[in-house]
């Protein structure tokens, strides 16, 4: 028997279809955002019921984008191609993660977030002096509702409990956004650092805890915003003296910190100072990383206060909340894409030990054991995807060794993958953004390791599913390459 010999190459081309790069991709949100919105507006009112439909998401949530899209392209101008690229993968990072976790229509408000409920305008009024024997006795029956209130606390939790849609939360804090952007035109920056404050102070509440992932990247754009107003302040003062005439320039891409005047630097202290002074460490936090690249202007090397930060950020209890603290940490620490990344392997390890913390709890306040880490780990799953491809993001081979050996896998390179159990979640995104050849190469140890990695924040055969991709990816790369070699060496 003789078998026929074949060129594969040309057969490729003769059964390919022709194909033209598309300026959209069908899959992608419409362009005609208002059309569309008033066609899921009249949908609502004829059907009350709630439906997600995955196509239609980016719909939900369109004011919020248009303003994402709208922020990218005023930020983009200026700067260089990394930072713009930057820019829009943190863009396209935001839009999936609503996406990704869609909140209800409904939302409850607890007294943590009551920025979001409006208020009456308090009216004064003048009392006389034989009245003040009514307000003493007012004040006696308000302590003793406040000492029931400390009996029962969970009753005046419920009372304290406020239910809004989730259109009048996300138009709220619209609103407060442009309130601070007009006090800051107003030249009213102690009212925009106010109102910034309680917009940050809106992610103490981790109540409902799928619409989280929503209120992060609703209130990180505000403080993006305030942080961008702040450098720009900053970058006037230092530039053009009150006359507005310009005596230096710093738009060059690295200025030294000697180079900045003297009073532009005391008003960049004075505002590093007014964000110290916040009780709320959480609020603390989230208001020097707004203004964090302005460091630029006070210290030669402001990428070490990085790893103060993450210090700090192991005082928060709530394991939600401090996920996505250090999740905004990664963020802002793009503006400096020249600095070690030891920092985000702090967080790494410290999110490890969270995950080891929730998985060894027992029972939870609230039901079912298995449903609640379930779902708790799911929300805090991007902040680990996130932070694990800021750390492997373009790294050389001898970088992702070393990545490897602070990540606890191995206390040399010989001995990769063969250290202690690694969690689960933080495996699967560790291989996902490894080089197929390095997983390939320590096959027989990662699959070890995820067998001894076997704990509740991940299934397993999900990473066992993707060192077998991992694997195949490498068999069709020899194939296609061999198979290409063979075709070269064919031709006349």
Avoid at 8 to 24: F, I, K, N, T
Avoid at 67 to 84: H, R, Y
Avoid at 258 to 272: Q, R
């Amino acid at each position: 028997m003789e078998f026929r010999p074949r060129n594969y190459v040309a057969e490729e081309q003769s059964h390919a279809l022709p194909r033209s790069r598309a300026d959209v991709h069908p899959l992608s949100s419409p362009s005609h955002q208002p059309i569309l919105r008033q066609v899921d507006d009249n949908a609502e009112n004829r059907n009350n019921e709630e439906f997600f439909d995955p196509l239609r998401a980016p719909d939900s949530n369109a004011s919020v984008e248009i303003v994402d899209e709208k922020d990218f392209e005023s930020s983009s101008n200026g700067l260089d191609d990394s930072v713009q690229v930057q820019t829009k993968e943190w863009t396209s990072f935001k839009r999936l993660l609503m996406q990704r976790f869609p909140a209800s229509k409904m939302i409850s408000v607890s007294s943590m977030s009551n920025t979001i409920v409006r208020s009456g305008k308090c009216i004064k009024v003048s009392v006389p002096f034989n009245l003040f024997l009514l307000l003493l006795i007012s004040l006696v029956v308000s302590l003793s509702t406040h000492l029931e209130e400390l009996d029962d606390p969970q009753k005046s939790s419920e009372e304290s409990t406020k239910v809004i849609t989730r259109q009048e939360y996300v138009s709220r804090l619209h609103e407060l956004k442009d309130e601070i952007n007009r006090a800051w035109h107003n030249e009213d920056r102690v009212e925009s650092l106010k109102l910034s404050i309680k917009v940050a102070r809106l992610l103490m509440d981790t109540s409902v805890l799928n619409f989280y992932p929503t209120l992060f990247v609703l209130v990180t754009d505000v403080l993006d915003m305030l942080g961008d107003m702040v450098w720009e302040r900053i970058m006037q003062k230092a530039e053009f003296a009150e006359d507005g005439a310009k005596f230096c320039s710093l738009r060059a891409e690295y200025f030294a910190a000697s180079d900045v005047p003297t009073d532009a630097k005391e008003t960049c202290y004075n505002w590093f100072c007014k964000v110290g002074t916040i009780r709320e460490l959480l609020l603390r936090i989230y208001l020097e990383l707004a203004i964090f690249p302005c460091w630029h202007f006070l210290i030669e090397q402001p990428a070490k206060s990085l790893q103060r930060l993450v210090m700090m950020t192991r005082g928060l209890a709530d394991p939600l909340a401090s996920a996505y603290c250090r999740l905004y940490i990664a963020h802002r620490a793009q503006k400096f894409p020249s600095c070690d990344t030891g920092y985000l392997i702090t967080c790494v390890n410290d999110i490890k030990l969270m995950f080891t913390r929730i998985s060894s709890t027992k029972e939870t306040a609230h039901g079912s054991f298995a449903d609640s880490t379930r779902s708790l780990v799911s929300l805090m799953e991007p902040s680990v995807e996130f932070i694990m491809k800021s750390i492997l993001n373009d790294a050389s081979p001898r970088r992702v060794d070393k990545v490897l050996i602070e990540l606890e896998l191995g206390r040399s390179q010989e001995e990769l993958f063969r250290g202690s159990p690694c969690v689960s979640i933080v495996l699967h995104h560790l291989l996902k953004e490894l080089a197929t050849d390095i997983v390939c190469f320590h096959a027989v140890d990662i699959l070890h390791l995820i067998k001894c990695s076997n704990d509740n924040s991940y299934d397993q055969y999900l990473n066992y599913r993707l060192v077998g991709l991992r694997l195949s990816e490498q068999i069709f790369e020899f194939h296609f390459h061999d198979r290409r070699k063979s075709s070269v060496v064919a031709e006349p």
